[in-house]
């Protein structure tokens, strides 16, 4: 039976000695909550650039020269400028020491990860594919947290980031009905519980 976990973030030391403060660029509407729910649990100091995108300030020039497709969350962090918001969790959890340190283990959280932004999230924002796609998708990762707490076990993980807050923007966007799954639910529940879930996807 999966365990309540609300811990607090905690302080973590990256892999390189970088001095300079990370940026994360987002704005509203976009994923960037997802980045900063991340960045909040592994306890990262770091400036949040809001951007205009209504005004389409993430197609000025100086955006573009960070990501020239014009598009957030990005991270400047040092010389590294990235986005994708799947490539930056994975990222940040290299850099924080958060990857397991088997080859293996490391390859199912770029697995989940992946499937989180390839996968689920076109099934879940597509009407034509949501009725066909959610059972399918569902059914297997309720059954997983049946075993464990999290995607990948009983520590949260950058997997879970992606796949928990997928399932939330769903909840909200879109008619989603999980009385089917229930541990997806109570999965669900305590990733809300979380204060740095709060602070972040929390506000949307």
Known sequence: MPKQNSQQPSKLKPH?????????????????????????????????????????????????AINPMGKVPAIVDG??????????LLYLAEKYQQMPQSLAERAKTTQWVIFA???????????????KEMPRLLTPINQILQKQSFILGEKLS?????????????????????????EVVKYLDRMAARLTFKKTMGKR
């Open 79 to 88: 010389d590294l400028k990235l986005w994708e918001s799947g490539a930056i």
């Open 16 to 64: 390189n000695t970088n001095s300079a403060k990370l940026k994360l660029y987002g704005g509203l509407k976009t994923r960037t909550p997802l980045v900063q729910w991340y960045l909040e649990e592994l306890g990262v100091d770091y400036d949040y650039v809001s951007l205009d995108i209504s005004a389409n300030e993430q197609r000025q020039p100086e955006f573009l």
């Open 158 to 182: 950058a997997a879970d980031i992606a796949i928990a807050s997928y399932l939330y923007y769903a909840k909200l966007l879109v008619p989603l009905d999980l009385k089917e799954y229930p």
């Open 117 to 131: 932004n390839a996968t689920l999230a076109p099934a879940l924002f597509s009407p034509d594919k949501r009725q």
